[in-house]
């Protein structure tokens, strides 16, 4: 109850809360009178102008009235459902001072139920007249929801309606043209008189790029629920279809069909394939069907097409594709390759064009053979200090480690060794002792055409540093070993070196610093002096670089060099060393990322080579009199863990691309 102004508002008496429109729902059909215990004088005056409203949100009543002029000690409220008999809701009498009372139920209340309520007072030992009657009838359920859905290529809206009544006869289904915060800027229509089941409606009376409303109406004879409204919904601008691409040298030619008749405009997105989000690479009218990306850099892209109509976007289909190759660019074909694990993280093609695979991490090392190799895969579990340099094959295809051997529960390397497959089975051999003074760099192994293993490593103190640096050879079945860093006592450097053999089997080291080289050569009789490397675009991360040697006096550098301008920050290039200069080095493409990247060249020269994975996909760029020639693999793999490229003794191009499974992407054999 609600006491009026004069009342004190703490004042709630629970027997009559408890009771509430509970008691009114459940006893009113129940028989009982309105006869009371006590006489009835109508000389006690009844409240007048009672009334009664009813909020259907919180199921609430609030039955209001005027008290009588004479003094009352108070009243009892009564109530009935449907016309039956009335029933007394109070258990205690009201207050005289109250004008008004809140009934409240914890249960829904039926649809369409008329509840009427009268009053009459209390004085002493007497009950007086009844007051007038007032009466409420609870509304019928509104539908429980309408959603409208456009068609993507069809003039249609499919209307549905949820059902949540159980007494409605039929739905009036109405819609409106409104504006974009849904607000009707005309009157409602009607479009159909539906069956009070929940369903779908389908309008096709609709225009294209016409944003309309949808709302439902329960109806039980001439009594209606309130409306239920959709979202804003509108069809189109319809999207084109059918989008294409043809490749051309350097380029790719999109086509499309188009089908709106409203839309102002036809954008063209586009992004590399391993790219996050996308470049708005044109607006065309809404009447074009074709448009030529031309100038395109090698690898894989992916074209999205879209209209619009003012604010409205409609997105169609996407479509990938890669530019043909120029010519020299080498022409691939792939072979699974199922025995390079997944987590292969070394690899080496012996001279037949077959991968050797090897898997190396904290304290072990494993070697794959290829198919039809006479040997079985082979793991150490007691190695320590192995890199990713560790495996070797000679020109026979046998397989050939390097790796530091466990001395104590660390892991510090007691011994440097060398193991190979002999034939029969695994033999291995130490190279030097270590005095276990800590790790050092990662072992180095590289094979001579003559078969003979080479190492360059810390030379036995386990020191990270160049000065620690030698190099190792197996003369007539003994190790020997020079000093390389001799002469760098007082030059620091945390970066691994770089190792490699030229065609004739001659070694060559180059030391990387953040932005710097040291080569150092090797005279004939066995000492080693540095030469400094100097470019200008030697910026860091040099340790990642590959240098290939044709001989003392010719060879390529391959790094990756960090502009830090956008896009295209990181450049891929290469310097070359003619007739003992080095020479500027020359940009050969450049990327808005990309993970790691393989070179290899032939003995002769005639042929150089670089792998490359970056946000265009695999990618591959080979040297030619004209200069670098870029291709793309046909491959949308982009950032993988292993990348190695080489040339089998046929001078024919392999690149070992790490998926799964992996794949040899390889030059057809003639």
């Given at each position: 109850m609600i006491p009026d102004a004069t009342t004190d508002l703490s004042f709630r008496p629970p027997a009559f809360l408890g009771a509430a429109i509970v008691a009114l729902m459940l006893s009113c059909g129940g028989g009982g009178g309105s006869s009371a215990p006590n006489p009835v004088f109508p000389s006690v005056p009844a409240p007048s102008n009672v009334t009664v409203a009813y909020s259907p949100s919180n199921y609430q009543v609030t039955v209001s009235w005027t008290p009588?002029?004479?003094?009352?000690?108070?009243?009892?409220?009564?109530?009935?459902?449907?016309?039956?008999?009335?029933?007394?809701?109070?258990?205690?009498?009201?207050?005289?001072?109250?004008?008004?009372?809140?009934?409240?139920?914890?249960?829904?209340?039926?649809e369409l139920d008329t509840f009427t309520f009268r009053m009459r007072s209390f004085a002493g030992t007497t009950y007086g007249g009844y007051s007038n009657t007032a009466s409420f009838t609870t509304p019928l359920n509104p539908l429980s929801y309408v959603f409208a859905t456009a068609s993507p290529d069809k003039l249609e809206i499919a209307v549905t309606l949820g059902q949540s009544s159980y007494m409605a006869t039929?739905?009036?289904?109405?819609?409106?043209?409104?504006?974009?915060n849904g607000e009707a800027i005309g009157a409602w229509t009607r479009l159909a008189e539906l069956p009070a089941a929940s369903g779908t409606w389908t309008d096709t009376q609709v225009q294209e790029s016409v944003n309309y409303r949808y709302r439902g109406t329960n109806t039980c004879g001439v009594v209606s629920s309130e409306p239920q409204l959709s979202w804003i919904q509108s069809v189109g601008p319809f999207a084109p279809t059918g989008l294409a691409c043809v490749p051309e040298l350097g380029a790719l030619n999109l086509t499309w069909t188009n089908h709106s008749t409203t839309a102002t405009a036809i954008q063209i997105t586009r992004s590399p394939v391993a790219a996050a989000g996308t470049d708005v690479l044109a607006t065309l009218a809404p009447t074009a069907t074709a448009y030529r990306d031309g100038n395109l850099r090698p690898g894989h892209y992916t074209y999205?097409?879209?209209?619009s109509q003012g604010s409205r976007i409609t997105l169609g289909g996407s479509v990938g594709g890669y530019p043909l190759d120029p010519p020299g660019a080498p022409v691939l074909q792939s072979t699974p390759l199922t025995t390079v694990p997944d987590l292969a993280n070394a690899a080496v093609l012996t001279p037949s064009g077959t991968w050797i695979a090897g898997q190396s991490g904290y304290g072990f090392f494993s070697v794959f053979p290829p198919p039809g190799a006479a040997w079985n895969p082979w793991t150490i579990t007691s190695a320590a200090l192995v890199g990713n340099g560790f495996l070797a094959a000679d020109v026979q295809g046998i397989p050939h480690m390097v790796h530091g051997s466990s001395k104590t529960a660390a892991a510090l390397p007691a011994a440097l060794v060398h193991a190979w497959f002999d034939g029969q089975g695994w033999s291995s051999e130490k190279i030097t002792a270590y005095d276990g003074s800590g790790f050092g760099y990662f072992p180095l192994i590289c094979i001579d055409p003559a078969g003979t293993p080479k190492v360059v490593a810390s030379g036995g103190t386990g020191s990270m540093n160049w000065a620690s640096l030698r190099y190792f050879t197996r003369e007539g079945g003994t190790w020997t070993s020079e000093s390389i860093g001799a002469s760098l006592a007082g030059v620091s450097g945390w970066d691994a070196p770089m190792f490699g053999l030229d065609p004739a089997g001659r070694p060559h080291v180059m030391l990387p610093q953040y932005d710097s080289l040291l080569e150092m050569v090797r005279s004939n009789d066995g000492t080693w002096t540095s030469l400094a490397v100097t470019d200008a675009n030697f910026t860091s991360n040099l340790s990642s670089g590959k240098c290939l040697w044709l001989d003392p006096d010719n060879a390529w550098f391959i790094f990756e060099s960090v502009t830090y301008g956008a896009p295209g920050y990181l450049q891929l290039r290469a310097k070359a060393k003619v007739a003992g200069v080095w020479q500027p080095s020359v940009l050969v493409d450049a990327f808005d990322s990309f993970e790691t990247f393989d070179a290899a060249i032939t003995p002769d020269g005639s042929r150089l080579a670089i792998a490359a994975t970056s946000e265009r996909g695999p990618l591959v760029y080979v040297r030619t009199p004209q200069g670098w020639t870029g291709g793309s693999l046909p491959s949308t793999a982009a950032y993988r863990s292993l990348l190695r490229t080489?040339?089998?003794?046929?001078g024919r191009l392999h690149i070992l691309l790490q998926s799964s499974p992996a794949v040899d992407w390889h030059e057809q054999t003639p």
């Open positions: 009588p002029a004479a003094t009352v000690d108070g009243y009892d409220l009564e109530g009935c459902l449907q016309g039956q008999a009335f029933t007394k809701l109070n258990t205690t009498l009201i207050p005289a001072a109250y004008t008004s009372a809140l009934l409240t139920t914890s249960t829904v209340p039926r039929g739905i009036i289904l109405e819609r409106a043209t409104v504006d974009a999205s097409i879209r209209v080489g040339f089998d003794s046929g």
